[in-house]
């Protein structure tokens, strides 16, 4: 049983708990409600008291590319073109391997879980080291693999990459924490015939299919070039919008665009800090929300935000909306809270499992330690959660009931040999 100040269930009520717990058995959550109902109903063989605390679902970084990590730093105030042809791409050539993608994704999860992030959706090189540190270190993780038709460290070409892919999917398909899915990088680095291939795959396997769509203006006027239309309503042609398409970015959309991927029940992931950092443009979050799409929150890599801090990207995301939607009632706290946990879930076909606190599901779950000088006084736990510094203020951190990280320490990861390997690395 975890007793603490505040429980935040998300569902089925967004309203916070005072003085509540949680209990879980076998890895799940087997009740949630006020402290002194449950203390009535259950003799726990552990108990954990959080006095000041607020507790709620673990987050869900819905894009990500961890071993980029350590690329963090390495390209500075450069717009996306720039930043990949110039920057990324030619550095990547150098020092993409196994190796740097076991240390990068190690560090990225250290990070991740101390900022509060459970659940973590990737996209890049050596998907199966990427696998191994999440199965080793306890985190829950979409790993995509990467579809490109040209040559990359890990595969010659788009057929070893798929027959890798699903050899791959093959090792986890009976994992409960970890899936595999599709990273089709973008629409400009696919021919339309690989796009078909990996759809037909995907929807084989019913396994989810999660895109780089319209980053930036560029890249969209570059689709008019090529395929004389927007890259969405080039998909759309192809088939490939659908509700298992993650698309990540979605910064410059026309309102027929947004009916197209609210119509097909697209996910859309929206990675503000990244987006804003390369002059990408700004994800309208206030119209594909009023057009019924569901919304997810992503950091992208550390080489284009530099944290891999959700509550960060709440925060910004909040006002961006408020910008955006020219009203301050928009990127309300209790939607923006939702985004990060239940929607994020969703987006990644996970809602059944995580996202929120309620009997039944997985115990995925943090705590905030809302102590600090920048949180007193207290009035409105999800309000702090969202508008203060909460990333930095995450305290504890359980995937699957087990503990993984606590006041500064990991449980599963070997803080002073990971800066050891890290600094090695660089
Ligand atoms: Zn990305």
């Known amino acids: 049983m975890i007793r603490s100040r505040w429980c935040l269930p998300i569902a089925p009520s967004s309203q916070p708990i005072e003085q509540g717990a949680v209990v879980i058995a076998d890895g799940r959550i087997l009740a949630v409600g006020p402290a002194t109902e449950l203390a009535g109903r259950f003799q726990p063989k552990a108990l954990v008291e959080l006095d000041n605390h607020v507790l709620l679902p673990g987050l869900v970084n819905a894009h990500c590319h961890a071993a980029m990590s350590l690329l963090r730093g390495a390209a500075e105030d450069l717009e996306l ?67 490109i038709d040209s040559a990359n460290a890990w595969c010659a070409n788009l057929s070893e990459g798929l027959h890798k892919g699903l050899k791959l999917h093959d090792a986890y398909r009976n994992d409960a924490r970890i899936g595999i899915a599709f990273g089709a990088h973008s629409a400009y680095m696919l021919s339309e015939e690989s796009l078909r291939k990996t759809l ?106 530099n944290a891999l801090d959700l509550f960060a990207e709440v925060r910004l995301a909040a006002l961006l909306a408020k910008h955006e939607g020219g009203s301050a009632a928009e990127g309300a706290v209790a939607d923006m809270l939702r985004m990060a946990t239940l929607d994020g879930a969703k987006a990644l076909g996970l809602d059944h499992e995580i996202g929120s606190l309620e009997a039944g599901k997985q115990a995925d779950l943090i705590a905030v330690d809302l102590s600090g000088p920048s949180f007193l006084p207290v009035r409105d736990p999800a309000a702090a959660l969202v508008h203060g510094p909460a990333g930095g203020a995450v305290s504890h951190v359980w995937v699957a009931g087990r503990r993984l990280y606590a006041e500064g320490e990991w449980d599963t990861i070997d803080m002073a040999d990971l800066r050891g390997r890290v600094q090695g690395f660089a």
């Not at 920057?87 to 020092?95: K, M, Q, S």
């Not at 070039?225 to 993650?246: C, D, F, M, Y």
């Not at 959309?253 to 119509?263: N, R, S």
């Open 200 to 305: 037909m795959y995907a929807e084989e396997l019913g396994r989810p299919i999660q895109i780089h769509l319209h980053e930036n203006a560029a890249e969209v006027e570059e689709a008019f070039k090529r395929v004389g239309r927007s890259w969405i309503t080039h998909l759309a042609e192809i088939g490939l919008l659908n509700p298992s398409l993650q698309a990540v970015h979605m910064t410059q959309l026309t309102d027929a665009e947004i009916e197209l991927v609210a119509g097909h029940g697209v996910q859309v992931v929206h990675c503000p800090h990244s987006n804003l950092k390369l002059a990408s443009g700004i994800c309208p979050l206030p119209r594909l929300r009023r057009a019924g799409v569901n919304m997810a929150l992503g950091t992208d890599g550390a080489a284009s935000n």
């Open 81 to 147: 073109q720039a930043w990949l042809t110039e920057a990324i791409w030619p550095l990547e050539r150098r020092v993409v391997s196994g190796e740097m993608v076991r240390i990068g994704t190690d560090l990225a999860i250290a990070e991740m879980l101390s900022r509060g992030i459970t659940c973590f959706a990737d996209m890049y090189f050596f998907p199966e080291e990427a696998a191994a540190c999440a199965a080793r270190t306890g985190v829950r993780a979409q790993i995509a693999f990467p579809i």
